[in-house]
Structures are given as C-alpha cells and as structure tokens.
C-alpha cells in the first residue's frame, strides 16, 4: 500500500496521527477505503478537522471528522468500512449512497464493501451538505 498522505488541517496531530496508524495498521482494502474517502472528505472541506474517539481496550477508536460539529465516523469491520453521518436523515442523498442505518430518526450510514465503487461527486456533495447542515444548526443556536 502506498504511504498515507497528512491531511490538510487536522483538530490535533495525534488524531491525525491515529487515523494514519489505523490505516496503515489494516493494510488491506479496509485501509485503502479509509484513506480514500478521507481524501475525499478533506477535498469537499478542508477546514474539516480530525478527531479520534472512543478508544477503550476492546476497540482501538473511531475515526471522526468534525466541522461546527460532527460531520461522520470511519468506523472499520471485517467486511465493510462504515460511514456514519451525524445528520444523515436530514441530508437530501439523491444518488442512494446511504445504504444502512436507514431507519434511524437522525443517522444514516454508508456501508462500504470490498471492491465498491463511490460516487465521489455524490459523496463529496453529502460531506459539504453535513457542513452546511451544522453550520445552520450553529447558527439557529446562536439566534436562541
């Protein structure tokens, strides 16, 4: 696997540093996926920051990218890497691409198998609608 890239503007290096080490600790498709749509993820938004959550001994942590709040998680199994989106429900998805977690009031999730293919102009759209979606929530907030 080729060496992971720094992403452009991570909440702190060693959530950065975390995420690369996952990626690289995997080594597999798992870990290509991963690096792939966090590339993607920085392109839609490069002010998203990094962070790394919910380390306990049973589970190394959880990828999370985070804009004005909680963007997605990247989270790894053994047959699908999944995308969580905070407010998934609220996000318009017209080209499908969540695929799980569906009957959820708030989060939707994308099940990534080995050998998918993403839609990177949808799933780039769905990462600057989660964006938008924040910062409006903030906003609403702040008016209160």
């Not at 002010?47 to 990218?65: D, L, R």
């Not at 569906?102 to 050998?115: F, T, W, Y």
Request: aromatic share 6%; with cysteine; glycine share 6%.
């Amino acid at each position: 696997m080729p060496p992971v890239p720094k992403t452009a503007q991570p909440a702190t290096e060693a959530a950065a540093d975390a995420i690369t080490r996952r990626i690289e600790d995997l080594g597999d498709w798992r870990g290509e996926t991963l690096a792939h749509v966090r590339r993607l993820i920085h392109d839609a938004c490069p002010e998203i920051q990094e962070e790394w959550k919910w380390a306990k001994p049973s589970s190394p942590g959880v990828p999370v990218w985070s804009y004005e709040g909680g963007i997605c998680t990247g989270e790894v199994y053994k047959a699908a890497v999944k995308l969580t989106f905070f407010r998934g429900a609220a996000l318009e998805d017209p080209a499908k691409l969540f695929n799980s977690s569906l009957e959820g009031n708030v989060r939707r999730a994308l099940d990534l198998h080995e050998g998918t293919k993403l839609d990177e102009g949808a799933f780039s759209q769905l990462i600057v609608s989660a964006v938008t979606a924040n910062v409006a929530a903030r906003a609403s907030k702040r008016k209160k």
